[in-house]
């Protein structure tokens, strides 16, 4: 691959992630506060890619030159020719990211990895602020079930935003990925439902839920570690957040 054909590669990529980074795309990847790092570098790489392409395009005879060293000699076995087609393949996420963006990690990933909350954090829970129903995070709300035995809790309602995903014993649950840094990190918050449990709805739906804290467990069947229920008194389908993840 000579280095135009690099300096289209990397103008690519570069433009990719800078769309990516410009619309909310970016935040099925990463976190919100990553978004200046991202533009920077798609910004590094799009100017390194013109600067490449303006430095071989005006000296033709260099190019001429380069260009020649890339055939291959008579003894070549080709192996230098195949290395340039494989390194094309570095088009097709960017082409990909710039045509079709992939969803935010969903249902399929909540089924491969245990939850978040393991059960050894330590920290005090607040008591929650004002409100009927008063919103929490998924993680808030399973910290102050399973760690602080839901004392914080008590009776008041409570409104929680996520996705439903099928439980191990096929009963829907609510599931939300938390994120550390990007999704390559991505675990998820698990709550069981009781009460009037959305039902005849697909993996994935987004729903907004209120209900009350319930002592029920049950066990995440991919870590053996247990996971809080919510009874649920309303709930209504949502369309996607802005921000899927916590």
Partial sequence: MNRQAQAVVLLLLGGSVLKASVTDVYLRYVREGLRPFLIAAAVLLVAAAVMTLWYELRQPDHHHDHHHH????????????????????????????????????????????????????????????????????????????IIDDGYTLGDRRVRLVAFTAPGSDGAPILARMVLSCCAADGRPI??????????????????EVVGRYTPQRGSDPVSDVDIPYIRIESWQRIPPPRQPYE
């Fill in 70 to 145: 890339d055939q291959p000699e008579p003894d070549d076995d080709g192996h230098g020719q195949h290395g340039a087609r494989v390194g094309w393949l570095l088009i097709l996420p960017a082409v990909g990211l710039l045509l079709i963006a992939p969803p935010a990690l969903g249902s399929y990933a909540v089924n491969q990895a245990g939850t978040a909350l393991t059960g050894e954090e330590t920290d005090h829970y607040p008591p929650l602020p004002p409100g009927d129903p008063v919103r929490l995070s998924m993680l808030d709300y399973a910290g102050r079930a």
């Fill in 190 to 207: 698990k709550v069981g439902m009781a009460g009037d449990v959305p039902t005849g709805l697909p993996p994935d739906t987004w729903v």
